[in-house]
């Protein structure tokens, strides 16, 4: 291995603070349901994130979720904002700085029940797959479960060679002494160029035009580590069921709830030819041909657990969802890779009703079919993975989890909450509802203060927020316009605390937030 200690990883941008829902038991337990398959569960589980980034996900499913958390991220800068954030809430979660290599060589870890990584398989060297996959081997349970994200082919086939130019560029070409963003730049810049030469692989891949100039209005920091590392090993899906085969890893299910929807992604020559595959794996192949799949969200179980038809239709109506949004904001169409859809209303609308009722307040599969009785089982439960796989409704913990790490929740919250009085960073709350997070805006976060504070009106949040932003020298951009008046800024911050107020804050009690 490198004996240098980022081994090409582009450690010269710190990753982004975005939040993973994938990375969340509760939902991956939902997924492994959803296909058949029993998962652990226990509020003495312990998880395992590898490549944790800036570290807002652990901390999310660590005090949303009963158990405990270990994680690493080799690069420090990382470690040690997800370890502070931690340390403010009173986490017990073990976090490191370490390699896979230096992580595998403790003797002082525990087995897991689940371990994830995303966004890492796909950026880090043969050997270090190969540490991933014995760490799996030694430190999963038998039951457990592993989520991997990943680039994949066929999809990546056409894009493959100018992600190899961003990187070469950045490799030979930049000056050492440049900051990150102006080697990304200058990168990007040198592949537009080569395009417009208009060389023989621009010929036979026509839309890398557009696809180059979708990364170039990307987040600098995602490109970074999307594009900008030295390692970058993409794989189809059974190079990586392949790879995980010596740690007794089985796939066992996708990680996204609209892949069960047949119609949003295959067209009816595809379902009809995929129904005579008769492999599992090799049926899975075939259909990311059909899709032209060029990322992928798996799991894999430890001893697949495959529940009898009784068992699986009793654990589904005994399942929680809630909704993560007000009904009247929820799209009327959803798009996959057959193409976009409308929700039929006299299906979609009932359900959503249903989940609306009582205040917003989680409900059972049984209690909505209950609610909803011109409908079948099959269509209440296509339904909602619809609505789950467009982030509009979320499966739950039980009520006996969600007990157990309310008071954590706050506290995390209320750390997070402080922080937006500096920064934009994290705007994401946890819920012990769906043990994950929920989209919170800074502004939000502010008005959530300002309650806090015994403040009741819209009017005063509105005035407390224009006082810290006004305070820093900030404004607000209003589409393409800055506001750039005390007068046009409270007016808008207004408008989006009424909102608040009359719409966000039903959900929010409803997960458990406030």
Partial sequence: MSSAWNEGYFTDEGYTYGYSREINPVFQRYCLLLRGFAALESAEAWHCELGFGQGVSIN?????????YVG?????????????????????????????????????????????????????????????????????????????????????????????????HNRFASHTSARPNER???????????????PKYAQAAPNLGAKLQGIKGQDRQYVAHEYFNRDWDCMYFTDVVDAFAPAKLDYAATALPLDSVDPLNL?????????????????????????????RRDLYVRGANRLSTAEHREAMLNTRFVLLQVIESVPVTVTGPAGEASLQPEIYNPILEALAAKAYAPKTLRQLISA???????????????LIGMHAVAPCQSEAAEKLVQARCSTLNLQLCKRSLFANK?????????????????????????VMQGKKLPSEWAQFAWDIIGGQGEGILKGDRALTTAEENIAELREQAVGFAEKSMVVLKALRVV
């Avoid at 990168?187 to 080569?194: D, I, K, P, V």
Wanted: aromatic content about 10%; proline content about 6%.
């Fill in 372 to 386: 909803v009785p011109s409908m079948t089982y099959h269509d209440v439960e296509q339904a909602l993975n619809v």
């Fill in 267 to 295: 067209s009816a020559e595809g379902m009809d030819f995929l129904e005579g595959i008769e492999h599992p794996i090799m049926r899975e192949q075939a259909r990311d041909y059909f899709v032209n799949q060029s990322f």
């Fill in 426 to 450: 994290i705007q994401v709350l946890s819920s012990p509802v769906t043990g994950g997070g929920v989209p919170v805006s800074r502004f939000q976060q502010l008005f959530l203060i300002a």
């Fill in 60 to 68: 999310i499913h660590a005090a949303a979720n009963p158990g405990s």
């Fill in 72 to 168: 690493t991220d080799f690069l420090p800068a990382q470690a040690a904002h997800a370890s502070g954030l931690a340390t403010a809430w009173g986490s017990d979660a073990r976090l490191y700085d370490a390699s896979f290599e230096q992580l595998l060589a403790r003797n002082d870890l525990p087995q897991f029940d689940s371990i994830s990584l995303h966004g890492i398989w796909t950026w880090v060297s043969r050997d270090n797959q190969k540490l991933i996959v014995e760490f799996a081997r030694r430190h999963l349970k038998p039951g457990g479960m592993l989520y991997i994200s990943y680039n994949c082919l066929p999809g990546w086939s056409p894009s493959a060679p100018l992600r190899q130019l961003f990187s070469l």
């Fill in 184 to 198: 990304i730049d200058a990168a990007l810049q040198f592949s537009e160029a080569l395009l417009a030469a208009n």
